[in-house]
DNA sequence: ACCTGAACACCGTTCAAGT
DNA sequence: ACCTGAACACCGTTCAAGT
């Protein structure tokens, strides 16, 4: 047993922060609850208490950690998403639908995943979360962009040049309705269409007409 | 001293609740943190650690009250700003800065009203917020509603003769975006002219073209 | 009715050790 | 290096009393 194994195979030891991760994953997704203890952690992982702190100096970075990968969970499911439909249009509602789909699917990872900056209050984000965020974000700024270039959609007056304020608005779009809905606050009822229905909602608000 | 007294004079006692209100929205507000612990919030009332409990069956009741009395105080600034203004046009653009203004200048108190769903997890969401949020949500259905009949806004094509798809894109824009403002994730500078701009793009987002 | 003090089972974090 | 056990200062909540 050289100590060149991949570091992919989990023994038990070598991959700690791995494991506290997808431990932290897991009591998120099976108590549909985004706050976690550290010690409720490290019992599912099997080491002491403080066994994470060689990993995570604080709780706050372990969160970040598993924040950030549930970003990248969504930049998949959106490439996913934007990969078979050709127009801008198809593509927008498609990574839209997907989008809402993948927060309501699981509320609880979202909101960790908001909470994470939630938690850090003055502090600025956790580096790793805001990079990861940033990179989901742009797959759905892309096809507004494309879009834009193609002449499909409407560049708001201010934004001369950049779209960056349209892009964003889009992403606002989802975002916001992603939470309400995850909250309760949303008024219409949540039918499987509903995703389908936000997507083109989102079109509409973009497409030159 | 009979104890017709109005109950808004507060020597110490007859109104322990509207204290612990207060204190636990002062506490939010000097942190900038929206999670406050009962016992601060009783220490700083001038009672015993549990001294609450004979009004809040929870700690969750009095977020809930806190969160409440915040969807009053968005409440009133939107009316307020549509106060002035005649179209629909400047009415949502108006609202709508409102609206991102009172979210962005007090970050921590916004993060609560809508943590207090979040923290309610699977449980349904406190009726007082979920009313007193509804409440809030309806002053810009309202002027959204007056768009449409105006025919200066245009109803989703989806939404036949119901204008609740249109209404709610408009509050999940200015939602969104103030989530993101507050957490960081928007890259556009927030300039003091922002809340301005974004109403502006979120009546794009509805104007008949 | 309203409030108290002591107690319970937790928590995040630190520290002096162990290997 | 990595992990442990004991300890510290908190927390939400409960309970038997006090007035």
């Known amino acids: 047993m050289s100590p060149s194994r991949k570091s ?15 431990a932290a994953t897991a009591i998120v997704a099976e ?13 599912r992982a099997g080491v002491s208490h403080n066994a994470p702190y060689r990993h995570f100096p604080e709780k706050l970075d372990l969160l970040a950690a598993v924040a950030a990968e549930g970003f990248h969970s969504l930049r998949s499911a959106m490439i996913e998403a934007a990969k078979a439909p050709k127009s801008p249009d ?5 990574i ?17 995943m ?12 956790p580096p790793l979360v805001g990079q990861a965020a940033a990179a989901s974000r742009d797959v759905l700024a892309a096809v507004v962009a494309d879009g834009v270039r193609q002449n499909r959609f409407a560049a708001a007056p201010g934004d001369d040049g950049e779209m960056s304020i349209l892009a964003l608005s889009a992403w606002a779009t989802v975002h916001g309705l992603t939470m309400l809905i995850i909250d309760g606050l949303s008024d219409v009822e949540p039918s499987p269409s509903l995703p389908e229905r936000v997507g083109r ?4 608000g973009v497409r030159k007409r």
Chains 1, 2 share one sequence.
């Open 8 to 22: 992919g195979d989990s023994y038990h030891h070598g991959d700690l922060r791995r494991a506290l991760v997808e």
């Open 31 to 43: 108590d549909q609850n985004w706050e976690f203890s550290l010690r409720e952690v490290a019992r």
């Open 90 to 94: 198809d593509a927008l509602v498609a």
């Open 96 to 112: 839209g639908s997907a989008y809402i789909r993948f927060g309501t699917e699981n509320p609880a990872r979202y909101r960790l």
């Open 114 to 125: 908001f909470g994470a900056a939630l938690a850090a209050s003055k502090a600025a984000l």
């Open 201 to 204: 909602a989102l079109l509409d």
